[in-house]
């Protein structure tokens, strides 16, 4: 078994090249023998790392230290380049944060984030508050509002608990940019399955 | 000026690999040694591509035959490895549906396509019914219920107009596993803001 420690540096350093990769494919104006390759190159480093495949998706396993790990999570997997990656932070009262610098790669119109980039951080950021350990919570809907456009950059996800009732938790949140001014708000209702006892 | 179809194959090529790469980051149970060549390779690539960046993001550009290149985009853009990429198709009667293969990079829980990006994916194809030439529509608000559990693999996205009224366009849509059983909904309003003439 390899160092989990190790293991662990060694992935995130790996996915940090790789989102800027992502970068700079789409923001390069190198020639494109360069380009050409720059292909050459990733497809050897896909070799590499291909000589032994899980065959499905990363999953949720266990640490040594019986962490749960989700580092193939689209949007905070320590694995997945496409997570920016979200941090999500509870405080004590129940209420999440996240504070998430997106660049080119997450655009929709020209210099804006793509609404649906806006619902996905949402949905993640809102089902924060309403897991509890051992009892996860699914979304039932999840309704979003487009207030104004949210600029590629720094960006703070907050959410919190509205009410619960029963099974279900009613949460809310919003996308605030850097001047505190919220562009997206959000509701979604999560449902927590009956657990024996 | 580099030939147009020669820039178009060289960076569909390339993201093609970094799709891969994306891929295989998630998937790999290769030793550590390996993992760390591959971080080389991915480093010389970046190097390659970086000589020179266009310093914002891909914004849309105007191709020579006039076309608008959405190659940034982070659901269809043909330069973002984010993107898986979606085609939307658009029927004569102003439905629109696009087949998407979501893989380990999609992942929320085990096994299964993050919430968010089914969002995400509903509110790029809805907007596709509500954007028409030369009068793009603004998303207002998008409502999305989830059915079941959507499993990563192949799937349907479809959309249509529900009804339109004044400046807003009501439109409604849904993913639909390989069964053809839809396991999100959604509704969304876009608004189409009004223009001289």
């Given at each position: 078994m390899p160092d989990p420690d190790l293991q662990r540096s060694r992935y995130e350093s790996l996915t940090r090249s790789v989102r800027r990769l992502i970068d700079v494919t789409i923001r390069s104006d190198a020639d494109l023998e360069a380009v050409a390759r720059a292909n050459r190159l990733v497809d050897e480093a896909v070799a590499e790392l291909s000589?032994?495949?899980?065959?499905g998706s990363f999953g949720v396993r266990t640490s040594p230290d019986g962490d749960n790990l989700a580092?193939?999570?689209?949007?905070?997997?320590?694995?997945?380049?496409?997570?920016?990656p979200v941090e999500v932070i509870t405080d004590p009262t129940g209420r999440a944060h996240a504070d998430v610098v997106l660049g080119?790669?997450?655009?929709?119109?020209?210099?804006l984030v793509h609404g649906g980039v806006c619902a996905l951080l949402l949905d993640h950021v809102l089902s924060a508050v309403a897991h509890r350990p051992d009892q996860p919570a699914v979304t039932g809907t999840l309704s979003v509002r487009f207030l104004r456009p949210t600029r590629l950059g720094g960006l703070r996800v907050e959410a919190w608990t509205d009410r619960h009732d029963g099974a279900k938790t009613f949460a809310q949140g919003h996308i605030v940019d850097p001047d505190g001014t919220p562009t997206v708000v959000a509701e979604a209702v999560f449902i927590r399955p009956r657990t024996a006892g």
């Open positions: 000589t032994q495949l899980n065959p580092w193939g999570n689209v949007v905070m997997g320590l694995r997945n380049a496409i997570a920016p080119a790669a997450y655009e929709g119109p020209p210099g």
